[in-house]
């Protein structure tokens, strides 16, 4: 990894050829699952460096940051509240491959939003500058800019699937749904692909950036109005359909006025379910990511064990298409040989143990590392959990297989509860503390 004066030093060079002053007090932002971010300060003013750690990190993207920047300067000229772009790196730079922002005010911060007085206003800012960067026309951005097959992205995501085992019955009934009912075409629009709370600046009720760009590409809009609407973007509002700000009759309401376009409930829903198998093919990857090689930060194989949080919500999505009988079954009976573990410590109390002792030098830490010390925290707890976790009798690889074939569905007898069974287990040993596993638990067996 470089480290922070090497950073500087290639930062020099670009900050002259733009015409700025020499940049100082260099620090890594938090978040990112892929790309890298940097603030720095340069005549006064502050500034954000994008950057991938290396040219090779870039291989097999549809297009490079060249293209992500003149992404965001079209989005800028719309009126969207995208940051502005002042410089892109070169490879003689010598610290990999970005572009340079101005810094805006506000927090990308979920949990501070979510607190902020005016969800409402925000919202409409939110569905205001969606409209805006729908509006964006093919010839305002390079033309490496792909429009999205919606048949070829689904055959890409089973072909995932399969790579990574192809033994999540969940997921398999997302992409057999998927196949079975994917849309006709429509005209496309420019799809910004991350649109969601963690991507947006907001300030006292205000939105002040839209932020992330990469996934940008021209397909269906209501894609875009779906992904900031799943249950895993609202974060502590599950209540709160709309991106975790307020009503989706409030945000399509917005959204119409700003575009003058009929939001399609339809296509919203095949998109909700759509982004949510993407979503969890997404972290399944980040666990292959550590496992190559290619990245060995302890964050990956934390978001892969997030899959399960998908697959929940994607059950919750889905089931509603299942057959009354086998919707108003309870998750099937555990099966458990009672373990309980006597004498020496087991793993998930040696586990504890290492997370209460990082948590007595959390104070210790700055930056980055405070981050990175939390998730490994995050980490132990998991490892705690799950050798306690029990199972149903489902043999997974068969079913995720019979499904893709089309031989089981939910209307198969009991395979609905034993997978709302198997993913209320998995939850909680993954993400305990996920908003929507108190609501698919009151949901399916009453419990609170």
Not at 288 to 304: C, F
Not at 415 to 429: A, I, N, R, T, Y
């Amino acid at each position: 990894m470089m480290g922070a004066d090497e950073l500087l030093a290639g930062l020099a060079i670009v900050c002259e050829r733009a015409g700025m002053a020499e940049p100082s007090a260099l620090e890594r932002l938090t978040g990112g699952a892929t790309m890298e971010s940097w603030r720095f300060e340069a005549g006064g003013d502050a500034y954000v460096l994008r950057r991938a750690p290396s040219l090779e990190f870039m291989e097999g993207r549809p297009y490079g940051h060249d293209a992500e920047a003149a992404i965001i300067r079209a989005a800028f000229a719309k009126g969207v509240t995208a940051p502005e772009v002042v410089a892109e790196l070169e490879p003689s730079d010598g610290i990999g491959s970005g572009f340079v922002m101005r810094a805006l005010p506000g927090t990308p911060n979920p949990k501070e939003i979510l607190q902020m007085e005016d969800a409402a206003a925000l919202l409409k800012e939110a569905a205001r500058d969606l409209a805006r960067i729908h509006s964006i026309n093919r010839g305002d951005v390079p033309q490496a800019v792909p429009v999205m097959d919606y048949r070829a992205a689904i055959a890409d995501l089973r072909a995932q699937f399969e790579e990574a085992g192809g033994d999540r019955p969940i997921i398999a009934l997302g992409l057999k749904w998927m196949e079975d009912n994917c849309p006709e075409p429509c005209e496309p629009v420019l799809v910004h692909g991350d649109y969601r709370l963690g991507n947006l600046l907001a300030e006292d009720s205000r939105l002040t950036g839209v932020l992330d760009w990469e996934l940008a590409h021209f397909g269906d809009r209501h894609e875009d109005l779906a992904f900031g609407c799943m249950a895993v973007w609202r974060f502590a509002r599950y209540d709160r359909p709309a991106l975790g700000l307020g009503s989706l009759e409030d945000y399509f309401a917005a959204y119409e006025a700003e575009s003058g376009v009929k939001v399609d409930r339809e296509r919203f829903r095949y998109w909700m379910i759509h982004r949510t198998v993407w979503w969890a093919m997404g972290c399944l990857k980040m666990a292959a990511q550590w496992r190559s090689g290619a990245d060995r930060m302890l964050e990956r194989v934390v978001i892969s064990r997030r899959t399960s949080e998908q697959e929940l919500d994607l059950l919750m999505l889905l089931e509603e298409d299942a057959p009354f009988h086998e919707r108003r079954r309870q998750p099937s009976k555990r099966f458990s040989d009672n373990y309980e573990p006597k004498g020496q410590a087991d793993i998930g109390e040696i586990a504890t143990a290492i997370s209460e002792w990082l948590g007595s030098v959390k104070h210790r830490m700055e930056g980055h590392d405070r981050f990175q010390l939390a998730v490994a925290r995050n980490a132990l707890g998991i490892i705690g959990r799950d050798i306690h976790r029990q199972f149903s009798c489902l043999d997974e690889q068969d079913a995720a297989e019979d499904i893709l074939m089309g031989t089981v569905s939910l209307a198969s007898k009991e395979l609905l509860s034993q997978l709302k069974f198997d993913v209320l287990e998995m939850v909680g040993v993954d993400s305990p503390k996920y908003p929507a596993l108190a609501v698919a638990r009151k949901k399916w067996t009453g419990e609170d």
